[in-house]
């Protein structure tokens, strides 16, 4: 048994995933291979910055790309997308009751999540409280900063 992590994609996170990792090995690879290569012909390399700043790069590269192909091969992609409850790779509106406010969240796995975007973890506090629930449920979200109600006005 695996202990990793699933791992919930959408179409446009796969998409953006792939894209990153075709970056990083055909493009990146070859230009930090280029700087090894380049700080190795200054000579000395016990006391070469230029070789330990490229060899440091490489490294961080490396466990990217690692990274990356771990999460692609664990990746759940979700691609049967339903309206009828809350789940990964729903847009949700939502009101917080206390102060009638409204905010447009969409749901996605925790490596997709970008809160500049609104693209909440379905991890996160709200994600949480409202899987499952459908349009005009009120539902209490339990967040670090105390308990709050919210209701849900749209699923798309």
Do not use: W
Not at 16 to 26: F, G, P, R
């Amino acid at each position: 048994m695996s202990n990793t992590k699933e791992i919930y994609l959408t179409n446009e996170g796969l998409e953006s995933l792939k894209s990153e990792l075709d970056e990083l090995k055909n493009v990146r690879r070859p230009e930090v291979i280029a700087a090894l290569k380049e700080a190795r012909a200054l000579g000395d390399l016990s006391e070469n910055a230029e070789y330990d700043a490229a060899k440091n790069e490489q490294a961080i590269l490396e466990n990217r790309i690692k990274e990356i192909e771990v999460m692609l091969e664990n990746a759940t992609v979700i691609t049967d997308i339903k309206t009828d409850k809350v789940g990964i790779g729903n847009k949700v509106t939502i009101e917080y009751v206390e102060d009638n406010d409204t905010d447009e969240y969409f749901i996605v796995g925790s490596k997709e999540a970008d809160p500049f975007s609104n693209k909440i973890s379905n991890e996160s506090p709200i994600a949480k409280a409202i899987m499952g629930f459908k349009v005009g449920d009120i539902v209490t979200v339990d967040s670090p900063n105390g308990n709050y109600d919210v209701k849900i006005l749209a699923i798309a």
